[in-house]
């Protein structure tokens, strides 16, 4: 267990798992609980406790537990993500970027706050990542790309130079970017497929 400042995850379900490895790994954090939008028991992903309900965070707070992060997933748009980290920031919380220790940032990267970079994602020279996105498992994000912030990056996806995606874009499971692409605000670029064009805001192409 981290002996690290502690921290509520805000979410259970299987993205949490992925976060909560990563954070038992890292030992930065002590993990208090997760807090959920309703009553699921008394244990959730891991086996780490329920702390309560959404309705309970300002008293999580109160009690002196200022730090959080979101667990839940891109739940088919960025939105969901946004209105709990508008919540949490009206709160006071803090809500730090959480990296694997797996994961290769290079010199130069920058993450924003709320981020998630999973296992063995790659972040390379001057790439940009906004708030609040997800980079997950074995995701490349290449020199100079600019990820929009709650923006999901998923499993296995390659974002090769130079890529620029906009705010609450999804990019599937192993897809591929070609470098100098430009994905549009909340477009949805489907599992496998290779992008070669810029992709228009809202979007969704599945690279046929």
Avoid: W
Avoid at 19 to 39: C, T
Avoid at 146 to 168: D, M, T, Y
């Amino acid at each position: 267990m981290a002996h690290g400042e502690r921290i509520i995850l805000i979410g259970s379900g299987g993205h949490a798992g992925s976060v909560a490895d990563s954070i038992l790994q890292s030992r930065q954090y002590e993990i208090a609980g997760y807090i959920e939008r309703e009553d699921i028991g008394e244990k959730g992903s891991l086996g780490i406790p329920v702390l309560g309900t959404d309705s309970d965070l300002e008293a999580v707070f109160a009690a002196g537990i200022h730090t959080a992060f979101v667990t839940i997933g891109y739940m088919g748009n960025g939105h969901v993500r946004e209105r709990i980290y508008d919540r949490l920031k009206q709160i006071g919380y803090r809500i730090p970027a959480v990296i694997d220790p797996s994961a290769i940032l290079a010199d130069g990267a920058r993450i924003g706050e709320g981020t998630f970079v999973g296992k063995r994602a790659v972040v390379n020279s001057n790439a940009q990542v906004g708030r609040m996105c997800i980079v997950n498992t074995g995701a490349i994000v290449e020199h100079d790309n600019e990820i929009g912030e709650f923006s999901h990056i998923a499993v296995g996806s390659v974002l090769c130079g130079g890529v620029k995606v906009g705010k609450r874009a999804f990019i599937g499971a192993n897809a591929a970017v070609i470098q100098g692409v430009r994905i549009g605000d909340g477009a949805i670029v489907g599992a496998g497929a290779t992008v070669r064009h810029d992709i228009k805001s809202g979007q969704v192409y599945y690279g046929k």
